[in-house]
């Protein structure tokens, strides 16, 4: 399904940019935590499970409410399947990067 693997670069790209954002935080914001390190920190995990719920659970559920169960249920599936896919090739990376 083309709108699963969509969905799933739409995570991959999302969470690639908070990555980065996070692997950069001290440039960007300074080294000195606040209590204001706590609230963006946590704004940040609420947005996110926001944004990737919505990518990965808004359209199945709309299927489902639609009375089209099995349409829905294929694609959280497939959109799980990409997503276990670039996990492990993240993993694969990783991994060849360390051994040389």
């Known amino acids: 399904m083309k709108k699963s ?3 799933s670069v739409g995570v991959l790209v999302y969470v690639t ?14 080294k000195t935590d606040t209590i ?3 609230i963006a920190v946590l704004m940040l995990f609420t947005l ?14 709309m299927l489902y409410l639609d009375g ?20 492990v090739v993240f993993f694969i990376i990783m991994a060849v990067i360390n051994l040389t």
Do not use: C, H, Q
């Open 48 to 61: 996110s499970a926001l944004v990737v719920g919505g990518l990965v659970l808004g359209k199945p559920v």
């Open 36 to 38: 204001y390190t706590g």
């Open 17 to 30: 940019i908070v990555a980065s954002i996070m692997n950069n935080g001290d440039r960007l914001f300074g």
């Open 68 to 87: 089209k169960k099995k349409e829905a249920v294929s694609l959280l599936m497939a959109t799980a399947g990409w997503l276990a896919i670039f996990t």
């Open 5 to 7: 693997f969509v969905n």
